[in-house]
């Protein structure tokens, strides 16, 4: 199993976002984490990324403990945040070496233009991040979340945002990359999830609400995503 969360709770407060949220994701899969606005996606995505702790529960990533290991955890772990947040006044070569001297990665010049061309940056490139478009920043948080070859991506609402093209050509993207990793992305969008992924979980108010459905399965059957979503966030 590449992730392994276990009765995880996470309060704010007297806020809960989580209440006791249990799942596993396997190896090479990319996994499409669902739930309307506010319902925890981004906290669970925190917490396995080693942003912010868990109140209970455990997580581990490729059999790290994200808060007994974390330094070990994150060397496996890939990050798209949500709003993707990057250095603006940095230049793309800038931002991507800045990012890969924290990991420490051997060969950083030409690990940086091997991520460009990964992720079709070539054109814009020499550009400062603050003049890219939305679809091409993405790309930038694409390339710095891949930098260190991490063996899991979690991707939280990469598409968010964007426009019809750019939205197509970052789903191809994401596939492409996911051939080799595992990949978890939030979404609230369920065709994106049709079209990228083998499994959806379904996270409704802090609770799992459908886990591990099979996408091909769905399809076989003739079952809509759309229709388990709401059924199972109703109630
Ligand atoms: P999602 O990403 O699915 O929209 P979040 O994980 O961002 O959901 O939020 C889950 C719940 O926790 C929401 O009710 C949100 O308002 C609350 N929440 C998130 N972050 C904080 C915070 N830092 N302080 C207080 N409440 C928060
Ligand atoms: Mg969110």
Do not use: W
């Not at 009765?7 to 006791?20: D, E, F, I, R």
């Not at 994200?66 to 793309?92: C, F, R, W």
């Not at 931002?95 to 924290?102: E, K, R, T």
């Not at 990949?183 to 990228?196: F, G, P």
Request: charged share 25%; hydrophobic share 35%; net charge neutral.
């Amino acid at each position: 199993m590449s992730i392994i969360a276990e009765k995880v709770t996470k309060t704010y407060g007297n806020q809960h976002a989580l209440n006791g949220v249990s799942f596993q994701i396997e190896k090479g899969q990319i996994v499409g984490f669902l739930g309307p606005n506010g319902a925890g996606k981004s906290t669970m995505m925190k917490i396995i990324t080693c942003y912010i702790p868990p109140t209970s529960g455990k997580v581990s990533v490729c059999g790290f403990d994200v808060m007994e290991q974390s330094t070990q955890a994150k060397k496996h772990i890939g990050y798209l945040p949500e709003l993707n947040p990057l250095y603006t006044d940095m230049y793309v070569r800038e931002y991507l070496s800045f990012v890969g001297g924290m990991y420490k990665i051997q060969n950083l010049k030409s690990r940086v233009e091997e991520m460009i061309e990964t992720v079709g940056l070539q054109p814009e490139a020499h550009k400062k991040i603050e003049t890219l478009s939305k679809g091409y920043r993405q790309r930038v948080g694409l390339a710095q979340a891949l930098i260190h070859d991490p063996e899991v991506l979690i991707l939280d609402e990469p598409t968010s945002g964007l426009d019809p093209n750019q939205l197509v050509e970052i789903r191809n993207l994401i596939v492409q990359v996911g051939k080799t990793k595992t990949v978890m992305l939030s979404t609230h969008i369920m065709q994106e999830v049709e079209a990228m992924c083998d499994k959806a979980f379904i996270i409704d108010r802090g609770n799992i609400v459908a886990n591990n459905l099979d996408i091909q399965e769905l399809a076989k059957e003739g079952k809509r995503l759309e229709e388990i979503f709401k059924d199972a966030t109703r109630k």
